[in-house]
């Protein structure tokens, strides 16, 4: 098993597929990304041993991330690939819905369990004006199709902007009155590439939650493999709200999750300094060294993250590694 000094137990596998992304978010990449990356990126086999020695150490769920991972082109082998893998229970993939009408069918065949879609606002224009596309209306039809698809999970991610979606929660509401979807608001977090922008517009979620408590929401107890959020639901709704909140007290407490970039470097915490090149331990069919060296990687993982102390370790932005 992946047990770090602290007794966590890491049994979810976020991996990035591609830095790359084709949306202009404001608090990710406004400038867009460093495509040189992409020469670097992992191979389909490298995917195959990684994992598979993830698995063998008691990873069960595995989430595909960015950037964007649809702009793979090799991304339903990705998915089946990854869902073949003995041990591996749940499939994941985390998308700004860009291709999510055009191939959701396709990535339901492949063996997606659960979907995640990067919603900033349900305005037309603030969401074109936060992302630099003009895809809402597709996109919620996307999210919509999923669900018809008999996607086991969706969930909706929101980050919370002070002045572009910090006084929506009404209309977020409504959205899940109907749907069975979770949506996640997340705090805006700093990073090397956003100081200013974190200054102008991060707000606590500390707020809704006292809001949601206020108005009869009760939170639910999280899964062995569930991600940070807090999760609340409410009887006159069928979808739940999710709040992560990096900047809370005891955060990384149940921490479960290890990632790795794809370039193959494992980052044992999202703001780390430091990063382990996984990439020599690829090469081969045999994983007793890549899980040998797991093993002692994780046991550097420290207590915190540090964000509290405004470290923001050597994440230059969130697309490198999928937030």
Known sequence: MLVDRFARRFTYLRLSLTESCNFRCDYCLPDGPDCSSRKEELTLPEIRRLVTAFAQLGTRKVRLTGGEPCLRKDLLEVIQTVKAIPGIEEVAITTNGYRLQRDIEDWRAAGVDAINVSVDSLDPSTFHLITGQNRLPSILDGIDQAIAAGIPKVKVNSVLLKGYNGSALPEFLEFIRQRKVSLRFIELMRTNDNVGYYQRHHISGDTIKQQLLGEGWQQCQKGPTAGPAQEFAHPD????????????????????????????????????????????????????????????MVLAKKATHFLHEQQSGSTRHLAMIGG
């Open 237 to 296: 709704y069928q979808g739940k709200l999710g709040l992560i909140m990096p900047y809370s007290r005891d955060f990384c407490d149940d921490c479960n999750r290890l990632r790795v970039s794809s370039r193959g470097q494992l980052f044992l915490c999202l703001f780390t300094e430091q990063h382990q090149n996984l990439r020599d331990h690829l090469q081969s069919d045999d994983t007793q060294p890549l899980q040998a060296a797991l093993q002692q």
